[in-house]
């Protein structure tokens, strides 16, 4: 796997790990939620399913982690199929999102799940 594919695959795994950290684990502090435009009002309501969004970003970021670590092994079609695997959901999730609100393009949606994966896989393909 080429040095920029694996960078900008640690540059996803990275945004994802802090969007859990944000949405899993932080989510009641007032200057998080209000981050998510969440009312503190409706804090424990939304809270469970960000946590439930938290934890798939999560995830995600292993897959790419397992994925960096495996092809850095010498497992490099192992590492590569974890690593497009898991770029491709981070790219779809970033289209679902723009698509069902386009006002998170740039906050969420492009710079942080779409970008980073985008410039993966068009690396792992260059």
Known sequence: MNIP???????AAVMHLWMFTMESIRFARPEV????EVRAADVDVVRPWAFHQGCY???LALQVLAG????DSGAIAVG???????????????VALIAFDP??????GLLGQGAPA???LVALVA
């Open 33 to 36: 939620h209000a981050m998510f």
């Open 118 to 120: 985008l410039a993966t």
């Open 5 to 11: 594919a694996q960078v900008f695959a640690l540059i």
């Open 57 to 59: 970003n999560a995830f």
């Open 103 to 108: 006002r998170r393009a740039r906050i969420k």
């Open 68 to 71: 960096l670590i495996a092809a």
């Open 80 to 94: 590569r199929a974890l690593v497009s695997a898991a770029g491709a959901s981070m790219l779809a999730a970033s």
